[in-house]
């Protein structure tokens, strides 16, 4: 039996910016999976569970976690480049 995930990319193209190019995995099979925690409360327990989901069931290879001070500010700019370097997707999301 086999069994597909959908997945959307709730990224709108920057009009002042040249675009780079994006690259869609075919798999999550050996691959290593970011999390951006934003600080709020929560977020960390959704991203644990998902990450032993991807790990277990889908066979990631890995997770990094990186957590920003706080849910107004961005990610800094060196560990932004440091994620983007160690994994190849990354997930950033919201608690509560």
């Known amino acids: 039996m086999s069994s597909s995930m959908l997945v959307y990319e709730p990224v709108a193209p920057c009009l002042t910016l040249p675009q ?5 995995l075919d798999k ?3 691959k290593v999976i970011g999390f951006i925690d934003n600080s709020k409360p929560n977020f960390n327990y959704l991203a644990e569970d998902l990450s032993r989901l991807l790990i277990n069931k889908y066979g990631a290879k ?3 976690m990186r957590r920003k001070r706080s849910a107004s500010q961005g990610l800094s700019e060196a560990a932004m480049d440091e994620l983007v370097e160690q994994t190849d997707a990354i997930v950033t999301g919201s608690g509560d």
């Open 28 to 30: 999550l099979t050996g």
């Open 62 to 64: 890995g997770v990094v």
């Open 20 to 24: 780079k190019s994006r690259h869609s």
